[in-house]
């Protein structure tokens, strides 16, 4: 495995379901680093491309949805030793452009993730409890019926900062 030498920065995106406004989108990551853990949709912060830029081409890369009402969530630091990589995660929040009042039944299926489904905050904290569980070999369930949290969703959630909760509290 070759080591990353610098600190990379990525974008996450807090979605808010129309359908459950109390509710983000997340789907489990296939063909990247963090495979089977679910993670928000986002991406690699490219060369002079602000965040809120980042989160709408990643989210729309990756769900084919379009956003709007973009505003700054919070940061983390994520070291990922065993990965060998280190990130920092700047979490973007945003809601979905409803054409016409209408909402997608289905969203689309990408060659990075297995789908999407949308979670509540207290779905996110029991996930991240059971992962950190996991991680630290508190539990050998080779099999569980949970999803595990990718590493920067797994820090957001056990940081739960005051401006995501108020994202999802108050739609």
Known sequence: M?????VRVG?????????HPNKIFAGLRKNSHGDGTLALPGGHLEMYESWKDCAI???????????????????TNDIMR??????????????????????EEE????KNCHGWDSYSWDEL????????????????????DFPVLFGPLLELVKESPEAVLNFLNNP
């Open 57 to 75: 081409r990643e989210t729309l890369e990756e769900t084919g949805l379009k956003i709007h009402n973009l505003k700054f969530g919070h940061v």
């Open 125 to 144: 904290k029991q996930f991240a409890t059971l992962s950190s569980k996991i991680a630290n070999g508190i539990t050998s369930e080779a099999k569980h």
């Open 82 to 103: 065993d990965q060998r990589k280190h990130y920092v995660t700047v979490f973007m929040m945003g809601e979905c452009v409803v054409p016409d009042g209408a909402v």
């Open 2 to 6: 070759t080591e990353q030498t610098n």
């Open 11 to 19: 974008v996450g995106v807090l979605i808010r379901d129309p359908k």
């Open 107 to 110: 969203l689309p299926r990408p």
